[in-house]
């Protein structure tokens, strides 16, 4: 689009917006606003509205708290669920000396965009993003409790969930997404709408607005939506597929005709860093406690270091299509990540990969699922970690992460992560209630 602030005072005025929520993230992903009314709009455009960041997670200490909000300007557009007109922008954090704060999730990955195309590369992600739809309770509570008995693709159930994904897509469309797809996934309440791939810092900024729109659109179906990895034991969890390419000079980086599956050089490199880099980025791509019990065998989460270019049991898959559309999917992360900080480690990754020409193994077209342990070893094929504090540790020893983050997300993130970790592994859970209290 590439507004000016002229054209979006007058596109403001026009609509007689109300208020304007300028909007941003915490370093954990979490979705804040400062909400303006329209007379402060000139000055908001200007990069002049205040706010205390020591009350936001990770930003900053106390001594220090002054920040303002620069507004992005393509990021104008009215919320279609109000009855007022509210408009909604997207924001960089600054500092009152006129610099970028290095503690904003989306300057960490505008940073690693400015990398590669110090490379001649931009990069494009495009996320299927799943999600449950559950009842709230009579007290206003969200439950677990659902109505919905569908699985993958079914047309049925006719209920509240299917009403919710309609108008969730209809949403989306009014603001500006090319919605692909959207269909029941596997498990009962679950569902997963699929938009068009953008550049990877669009795409970060449409994550965060897919995620306001579906529980604003879910509440008034009378649901709660959650992006919680694994919020029902034995069923399927909710993952971020992400579909990823590079571009150079408007062609796609990763074809080549002549290649092996038609892979470019630079395609298998970045499919080499990734492999190498991946239990190390998991913490950030997979960042709660409750992500690594969706990341276990035997519910299609992938669990296993590997890629292929046939099969959707490896880490790593590259979709057939060809040309201008290929691409990888890095089929890891879920929803609950930052995707500012996820798409900037992956990237990352995969740079490292490029320059420091890591060749990955062959790919692997054996169903890894159905292999042993043993089978597993023979082959070279290591697991994910299998706990928030495995993949915080990983973190620590690989130095691309603080790189990637930068001193300041990187100490935050790891410092809030490690008390996450040590306050569900002190907790008394129910489970160990109902094994151990009559037995012992």
Request: hydrophobic share 40%; proline share 6%; charged share 25%.
């Amino acid at each position: 689009m590439g507004y000016t602030a002229e054209e979006i005072l007058k596109l403001a005025h026009d609509a007689r917006v109300s208020i304007i929520r300028l909007q941003f993230v915490d370093i954990l992903g979490v979705i804040k606003n400062v909400a303006i009314p329209l007379s402060q709009l000139e000055k908001a455009l200007e990069g002049k509205i205040a706010f205390d960041g020591s009350s936001i997670e990770g930003f900053t200490r106390i001594e220090e708290s002054d920040m303002l909000l620069k507004p992005d300007l393509n990021s104008f557009i009215l919320l279609p669920w109000y009855d007022t007109p509210i408009a909604r922008m997207i924001c960089d954090v600054y500092l009152p000396d006129g610099q970028p704060f290095s503690g904003d999730p989306r300057y960490v990955l505008k940073r690693v965009l400015s990398e590669a195309a110090e490379l001649g590369y931009t990069m494009n992600t495009g996320p299927e993003i799943e999600f449950f739809l559950f009842k709230i309770g009579e007290d206003g509570v969200p439950t677990t409790v659902t109505h919905d008995e569908g699985s993958y693709f079914d047309l049925a159930p006719v209920d509240k969930g299917e009403e919710a994904r309609r108008d969730i897509v209809l949403y989306l469309e009014k603001l500006g997404f090319e919605v692909e797809a959207a269909h029941h996934e596997v498990a009962s309440a679950q569902h997963e709408i699929d938009f068009k791939y953008a550049d990877a810092l669009t795409t970060a900024d449409r994550v965060a607005t897919f995620k306001v729109v579906t529980r604003t659109v879910a509440q008034r179906h009378g649901l709660h939506a959650t992006f919680m990895p694994k919020p029902i034991f034995g069923i399927n969890g909710s993952g971020m597929h992400t579909n990823l390419s590079l571009f150079r000079d408007g062609k796609n980086a990763f074809f080549d005709p002549e290649g092996p599956y038609q892979l470019s050089q630079e395609a298998f490199y970045f499919i080499g860093g990734l492999l190498k880099h991946v239990r190390s980025f998991t913490a950030v791509t997979n960042p709660l406690v409750n992500s690594y019990k969706r990341l276990v065998p035997g519910y299609e989460a992938p669990v296993y270091i590997a890629w292929s270019a046939m099969n959707r049991t490896a880490l790593i898959r590259v979709p057939a299509a060809r040309g201008m559309s290929t691409r990888l999917e890095l089929r890891s992360p879920d929803p609950s990540c930052n995707p500012y900080l996820a798409f900037a480690v992956i990237l990352k990754a995969g740079l490292d990969g490029i320059q420091n020409k890591i060749t990955p193994p062959e790919s692997f077209a054996k169903n890894i699922y159905h292999m042993t342990d043993e089978e597993r070893v023979a082959e070279g094929i290591l697991s994910l970690p299998g706990s928030l504090k495995e993949a915080l540790d990983e973190m620590a020893r690989n130095p691309l992460l603080r790189e990637a983050l930068g001193d300041h997300v990187y100490e935050h993130f790891m410092e809030a992560k490690r008390i996450e970790w040590d306050v569900y592994r002190t907790q008394v859970h129910q489970w160990e209630l109902d094994q151990y209290l009559r037995t012992f």
